[in-house]
């Protein structure tokens, strides 16, 4: 795969990989030797030891799926770190419409999903310096052309989806692209537009949902999303804020 040229920020250096543990470790490890250029993108067919959010894994099959981290030195606000993971979710979801022309939601507070099932997923890793973001690392992984998902019952892939073989290497500039795009709405502070985009594509934004709180069987309808990415309900007529891991959701 060649560095993009249609991008302004997203793509310009590629460190492409046969193997690694994880992308993400990789591309800790260059910033740690070094300041990498703002956008560098560490690409693998196979991940070994590949990272979920919350410590979760996550291991696809070798030159099947889209597996990729993002150097970004976002001028951000610890407060407003959310934002990054709000337009990667929205530059993930937009570039499988177009790679597809089937619509995916946003599952709170990482996942991209099709209907009851997950396509992909984002785990970004800040450093922090101060009140700001000194970097951070996007961590995506998309599920390609895998068919099966032996002990994962709501995975799924968008070859599964589409019936057809879909070339990796196109599908991942596409996606750098929205990225691109999506960041430099971040870099713009247009915050109002990123919420805007995102809630549309967030699912049961605005409708009731299922939740387990303490195991507990509850539903409450869904408000929105805080700049700090905590969930805001309605429950019973009072609203209620949920961090990450503090309910489990149920579709």
């Not at 993971?85 to 499988?96: D, T």
């Not at 099709?114 to 800040?126: A, C, D, R, T, V």
Request: aromatic content about 8%; glycine content about 8%; hydrophobic content about 40%.
């Amino acid at each position: 795969m060649s560095p993009l040229t249609n991008t302004l920020i997203i793509g310009k250096v590629l460190h492409e990989l046969n193997s690694c543990d994880s992308t993400n470790n990789y591309a800790k490890d260059l910033i740690a030797k070094s300041k990498p250029l703002e956008g560098s993108v560490v690409i693998t067919d196979k991940q070994t030891a590949g990272r979920g959010q919350f410590g979760n894994s996550w291991e696809g099959e070798a030159g099947k799926n889209i597996t990729i981290s993002i150097i970004l030195y976002p001028n951000l606000a610890v407060a407003e770190q959310f934002y990054l993971s709000k337009i990667v979710s929205i530059a993930c979801v937009e570039a499988l419409k177009s790679i597809s022309n089937l619509d995916f939601k946003i599952k709170w507070p990482n996942d991209i999903y099709y209907g009851k099932q997950k396509i992909g997923g984002i785990l970004i890793e800040n450093q922090v310096s101060g009140s700001k973001l000194a970097n951070a690392v996007v961590g995506i992984g998309i599920n390609l052309n895998q068919e099966n998902f032996e002990g994962l019952e709501n995975a799924n892939s968008l070859f599964n989806l589409v019936r057809y073989v879909l070339n990796r290497k196109k599908c991942t500039e596409i996606l750098l692209e929205h990225i691109d795009a999506q960041y430099l709405k971040l870099r713009s502070k247009d915050f109002a537009g990123i919420d805007k985009s995102y809630h549309a594509k967030l699912l049961s934004y605005g409708e009731e949902f299922h939740y387990l709180e303490n195991l507990l069987p509850k539903k409450a309808l869904l408000l929105e999303v805080n700049a700090a990415g905590q969930l805001k309900v309605e429950v019973e007529g009072k609203e209620h804020l949920f961090n990450f891991k503090e309910i489990e959701w149920v579709l």
